[in-house]
């Protein structure tokens, strides 16, 4: 059974600070995905990633997929109030796999 | 668009009492799925339909039965319902299903408390 870990489960932080989020595995994946996810919302994807060592930008953030294909990274940088939210990495295991989400990274930023 | 939308947004059941929560899409995706979300356990897949009139068990669907009558609804129901079905539902859809360009769109979630 694949398992997908998340740290920190919480984070607080002041605005303007960076932060990163760790997400790992116990095998390796085919690709693994981020999304953010609002209260009283659903899930939204921010990036997908599927190459080792591959990095990713979207503004102030970075994700970072490792060498050997079983962890990755999201990393905030100067934080603001609106990145406040819970982030998901999900990750499929072989073509046609279902996605496998992590247990969530509870983000608070404030101003 | 409207997306992926959920009914109903809130729901109060006691134990023992049935519901039906109803999915719809009008992004003409071929795959829908049912997840639970609980406090500290990330998003948990229920049941799955790869097309019309098709569905499958996911991780946790003990309790839960699914019908994809239509492409563009996606029900979940519940016989008898448990406090430990209490959670957080969402339905999500999907184009170029199991491959690495998937992307899931979701629902604004349905808010189940079971007494």
């Not at chain 2, 109803?22 to 990330?42: F, T």
Request: proline share 5%.
């Amino acid at each position: 059974t694949q398992l997908l870990e998340q740290s920190p489960q919480f984070l607080s932080i002041q605005e303007g600070e960076n932060l990163t989020v760790y997400c790992n595995s116990s095998s390796v994946f085919s690709s693994l995905q981020w999304y953010r996810q609002e209260p009283g919302e659903g899930p939204v994807l921010l990036v997908t990633v599927v190459t080792g060592g591959e990095v990713k930008k979207l503004k102030r953030l970075t994700f970072q997929f490792g060498d050997a294909r079983k962890d990755s990274s999201l990393h905030i940088t100067a934080a603001q109030p609106g990145d406040t939210g819970l982030y998901l990495c999900a990750a499929t295991y072989n073509q046609g796999g279902k996605l496998i989400f992590g247990q969530g990274t509870e983000l608070s930023v404030k101003p | 668009n409207a997306g992926v939308t959920q009914t109903p947004k809130f729901r109060v059941l006691k134990t023992g009492q049935s519901m039906t929560l109803l999915c719809a899409q009008d992004m003409n995706h071929e795959y829908m799925y049912w997840y639970r979300q609980d406090p500290g356990m990330g998003l948990r897949l229920i049941h799955y339909s790869v097309g019309e009139g098709t569905t499958a068990k996911g991780e946790v669907p003990d309790g839960y039965n699914v019908s994809r009558l239509k492409k563009q609804n996606f029900l979940l129901g519940l016989e008898s319902a448990a406090p430990s079905q209490t959670s957080v539902y969402f339905c999500a859809s999907s184009y170029a299903p199991g491959t690495v360009q998937e992307t899931q769109y979701f629902g604004p979630g349905t808010r189940l408390l079971v007494l």
